[in-house]
Nanobody
């Protein structure tokens, strides 16, 4: 079955950098676009970045554009999010998401990894 496992979160100072990983299994990873979402305390989950199935097409939320980079390694079934110039408002639980269609379309989420930007 589909499994998404995020890792790499932690505490970082403002202006610092952090890289997140999402290990995917249970589906043909290379065939699907993938997304990173985040959810800050008391706020709705928001889309951070999207990447096409080959890694050639990427999109970013305005709040993270030019600071975050989404990438993937299809040989390793792994999705990445490299974050730099981090701000306190980037503090959130970050989730890997798959919108997966077979006979029906379903949304799958990882368990999330906490990113805290604070001095």
């Amino acid at each position: 079955q589909v499994q998404l496992v995020e890792s790499g979160g932690g505490l970082v100072q403002p202006g610092g950098s952090l890289s997140l990983s999402c290990a995917a299994s249970g589906f043909n990873f290379m065939m699907y676009a993938m997304n990173w979402y985040r959810q800050a305390p008391g706020k709705e989950r928001e889309l951070v970045a999207t990447i096409g199935h080959t890694g050639g097409a990427t999109n970013y939320a305005d709040s993270v554009r030019d600071r975050f980079t989404i990438s993937r390694d299809n040989a390793k079934n792994t999705l990445y999010l490299r974050m730099s110039s981090l701000r306190p408002e980037d503090t959130a639980v970050y989730y890997c998401q798959l919108y997966y269609c077979t006979t029906i379309c379903q949304t799958f989420w990882g368990q999330g990894t906490q990113v805290t930007v604070s001095s």
